[in-house]
């Protein structure tokens, strides 16, 4: 692919950010986001994928505590808990600090999460309101988006596969500054690309 064409990005996370272990990778990217990995094989992803194209945040500060069957960590908005096996409901938690909601503030792996919604895919056909895919913001606090599935970007502009099984899930827990939440994710996923105004011709109305 042309150079001009190629997506500039910069997946490589700061290496203060890492918390690492047997099968799981966790990254402390921001105060309210968290990138959580597990891969059976130990093989975890660095490449930018169609979603995330930036990972090299500044280092925040965190508290890390741990022993040989869990850790914690603890940001000024989060508090992870993890036993270090398999991702699990059971053993792996992010709760949002600041009391938004008794319990609908802790994420559990696996949970679907209840937010405020994100965008629809396409609006064809779409006559009146439509569902929404989920989004980043949540009354409870807390939102995630899953990206396991989707497509790695390689350095030459084009699409490769993930391997099969691993687990790559971003956390969102920004409470209910919204501001900041959406802030964080066009950082970690970069601009949004816009037509130039000359490809949409002349406009005229009379109002």
Known sequence: MKS???????PLANPASLVTGDGYRITV????????EYSPTGRFEDRP????????????????????????????????????????????SVQAKGNFSPHASVWRFGQRVENLGG?????????????????????NGIAVVDDST?????EDG???PRD?????????GYGRDYKEALKTFYRLTGKQPLLPRF????????Y
């Open 49 to 92: 994928s169609q979603t995330v194209l930036n990972r090299d945040f500044p280092a925040v500060d965190f508290h890390l505590a741990e022993n040989d069957e869990e850790l914690e960590i603890h940001t000024d908005r989060l508090h992870l808990v993890y036993d270090k096996r398999p991702f699990s409901p059971e053993g792996l």
């Open 150 to 154: 989707t497509m790695l970007l390689t």
């Open 199 to 206: 490809a949409l011709g002349n406009w005229w109305s009379r």
């Open 164 to 172: 099969s099984g691993n687990v790559d899930v971003y956390v969102f």
């Open 119 to 139: 965008t629809a895919r396409t609006l064809d056909d779409v006559d009146g309101a439509c569902e929404l895919e989920d989004g980043i913001h949540s009354r």
């Open 158 to 160: 084009w699409v490769a």
């Open 29 to 36: 990217l921001d105060a309210g986001l968290l990138r959580l």
């Open 4 to 10: 001009h064409l190629v997506v500039p990005t910069s």
